[in-house]
């Protein structure tokens, strides 16, 4: 099997696995409990903290354990509203995760106004149309920073400081971003941000919320003590001391993920662009993470494209998992083009650092053989 | 180590980690992905959601999977409300899990009118009580099957068919009662269901919501299509397929297990009411879970009696884990008894199949240390 599909999900890492296994069916009490079977646990969930914590320049208390980013990106926004119950008007972009988009749809239902800011060709935003868009009564503005379909990186900074100077509070989606761009909390101005351990070689099932110092937080799921009273709910202690070692492993290899990740990116779409004739690239080539190529067959159905690989063993997308289920076309390729067709003719691939020359050689070979079969 | 603290978490079960395990390094891939290597994890998640059916006699499609019974408690009444807006009263008991209280209490500000119902000091509710509470403003009644610290058992079958009657939605938190007494919602008439993983051998950071067919259900975590559009996020697959496991098990050692618990019960309970002096039980004799029994120690201070069995290498609880950080006294014993003093004089001891009369003996003997110490 090819993996080229690490946006949706990826392994986890048997380092992650063997720092998760002792508490399963050993260390398996409740952090929570006054006895130190249990109790001891809450170090460990601390450390753990921490480590995310690292990754990201923030400090322990300023992260909330979540089970999943959908969760990390629904708390955010519902946190907010609920600490400002006049405002009521909301700023995000055309080309966000499902998690933010059909939360806002529904909040449409309820009343609220919500601004879909759009991206040019290239998949950039604008700033200025982020300022045009802020008024009195906007409770916040939710972006992300890398976007999963494309890779193509928001100007965050940018925005940060923008909502900063009009005190509107600013929530980053930035499950994609981490591990591949530099994020530090510190230098950037975000007040919430939204991370993914299954994203980044930990397991699934866990998230986490950075809630900077200064900002309030109004919790979701209400029930005990736990997460600092922020987050009713039994501490999921494997999943989150391996999503701590995920975070320390990519923080610790960053540069060389990255490094081996542009590499065979560059690699993979100069060989597509040269071997399959009518083919081009979905979003601007210079602001882009470096695992993610978005790339346009034209005149070929993506889904057939996808299944004519996945009969060679090579795994792919036309989108988002979150989304892949429905047969709509690209929400993202659409927003960027305006074209039904380059949104229903485009394939997201994504790769990772143990990525192959090799594995990319096989990849264009099997696209070869599907552009004369699919053509 | 002799743990007697079952019902604020469970050791996972070998067979369940076993059963876990290839879905963490191997089989990772993201169910909601076109190609086989992702979407073959469908059919295992549909088996996982079928076993945890089986164990209550739902249908798959009545279960929804959750990241803990906190979630779930959460979702249901979440769920009722938003379906019936001008509906603004709840129905609880006094003696709820914190999930429900203090959900219940958050909704109060938000403008709910919230009923308590009392429990009598055997902890048992007057169904009179709950059919005087009931009116057409009533939104949703939330009670629990079985009280996690005393074990006592509320009149569910009856309280099922009074809401019934009155058509208003019954969510029962059945967290401490599933594997401990038969359930069957074909029998007995729930809207929705509480289950948790953690309290059956199972994983942490997995719950369910039964949802009946008949019943609409507006979703908390709003992202893409996973769980038939009801719960945004991508499936925790391990963790699902270890619940399915620890639900497997249960059912099939169903009596097994029970018949065990309640010998080693009635030997705990008699032993220490016979050695230790001023001893009493709380909690209805003849209505209780098979594993809980919360015992008061007159004079005693329960912190301390739990520190001084902790020293001994004994695991028991002086109340919730979900509340033990607080120094409060139980608010079950309070609401049973109207007495701090018994409150902060209580202690549970939650067994399972496993425990041995040996066990026993030693959680005896040292509770008369404790005694000639403490008293």
């Not at 008007?89 to 800011?117: F, P």
């Not at 190529?293 to 090579?314: E, Q």
């Not at 997308?317 to 047969?327: L, M, Q, R, V």
């Not at 229903?344 to 650092?353: C, E, L, P, V, Y």
Request: proline share 4%; aromatic share 6%.
């Amino acid at each position: 099997m090819i993996y080229f599909d690490h946006n949706a999900t990826t392994p986890v890492l048997p380092e992650v696995f063997e720092a998760m296994r002792p508490y399963f069916c050993d260390e398996w009490g409740n952090p929570s409990s006054a006895y130190r079977f249990g109790s001891k646990l809450k170090t460990i969930v601390g450390m753990a903290r921490g480590r995310v914590a690292n990754l990201i320049g923030a400090l322990p208390e300023e992260i909330l354990f979540t089970s999943c980013a959908t969760e990390s990106n629904n708390a955010a926004i519902q946190s907010v509203l609920k600490s400002n119950p006049t405002k009521r008007h909301i700023i995000t972009s055309a080309v966000e995760h499902s998690s933010v988009l059909n939360h806002c749809q529904a909040l449409e239902k309820e009343g609220y106004r919500v601004t879909y800011l759009p991206v040019d060709r290239d998949g950039l935003l604008n700033i200025i149309d982020l300022e045009n868009a802020l008024n009195d009564q906007t409770a916040v503005v939710s972006l992300m920073w890398a976007n999963n379909e494309t890779g193509v990186l928001f100007p965050v900074e940018k925005i940060a400081e923008v909502c900063q100077s009009k005190g509107v509070p600013f929530h980053c989606d930035a499950v994609q971003a981490v591990g591949k761009v530099p994020i530090d909390v510190t230098r950037i101005h975000v007040d919430y941000l939204t991370i993914s351990a299954h994203k980044i070689f930990g397991p699934k099932g866990v998230g986490a919320l950075f809630i900077r110092r200064s900002v309030l937080f109004s919790p979701m799921l209400l029930g005990g003590h736990q997460e600092n009273e922020r987050r009713g709910g039994t501490e999921n202690v494997p999943l989150l001391v391996g999503f701590g070692r995920a975070a320390d492993l990519v923080r610790q290899e960053f540069s060389e993920r990255v490094e081996k990740c542009l590499v065979s990116r560059d690699y993979l779409e100069k060989t597509i662009l040269a071997h399959i004739p009518n083919t081009s690239i979905n979003g601007c080539r210079d602001s882009r993470i470096s695992t993610t190529s978005n790339i346009h067959f034209s005149g070929i159905d993506s889904d057939a494209l996808v299944t004519f690989l996945d009969s060679r063993g090579i795994c792919v997308s036309s989108g988002s998992a979150c989304i892949s289920n429905a047969i709509a076309p690209s929400h993202v390729i659409l927003a960027m083009t305006g074209s039904i067709g380059k949104a229903k003719q485009s394939i997201r691939f994504s790769i990772a650092h143990a990525t192959t020359h090799s594995e990319i050689d096989s990849v264009v070979k099997e696209l070869q053989h599907a552009y004369q079969q699919l053509k």
